[in-house]
Nanobody, 124 residues
Framework: QVQLVESGGGLVQTGGSLSLSCAAS????????MAWFRQCPGKEREFVAA????????YYADSVKGRFTISRDNAKNTDYLQMNNLKPEDTAVYYC?????????????????WGQGTQVTVSS
């Protein structure tokens, strides 16, 4: 069982920045692909970004490319989502996810473990 705990959400103005963190309990953290998803009220959960176990490959949704950066520190069992130039449409609950299997990294079904979520609100 892997526990994921997100932190770093909050309220920011349009154009501002926030950094999210996801701390994992897995001793084999490096074996997990890590991802961030987000969900707005009344909408389906959507993929934001993913990073492979060794951090050698990253993937982004088109809506966040060039603004968000995913990274990880395997020594600290933590991955990060740096969000810059935030827009009101980025407002959502952001979830950290971990998965050990390969496949479509944008598919939520790939991930076995999920955090509780952290709220990000961008005011206009």
């Amino acid at each position: 069982q892997v526990q994921l705990v997100e932190s770093g959400g909050g309220l920011v103005q349009t154009g501002g920045s926030l950094s999210l963190s996801c701390a994992a309990s897995a001793r084999t953290f490096r074996l997990y692909t890590m991802a961030w998803f987000r969900q707005c009220p009344g909408k389906e959960r959507e993929f934001v970004a993913a990073i492979t176990g060794l951090g050698d490959s990253t993937y982004y949704a088109d809506s966040v490319k060039g603004r968000f950066t995913i990274s990880r520190d395997n020594a600290k069992n933590t991955d990060y989502l740096q969000m810059n130039n935030l827009k009101p449409e980025d407002t959502a609950v952001y979830y950290c996810a971990a998965g050990a299997m390969g496949g479509n990294l944008a598919a939520g079904a790939l991930y076995d473990y999920w955090g509780q979520g952290t709220q990000v609100t961008v005011s206009s």
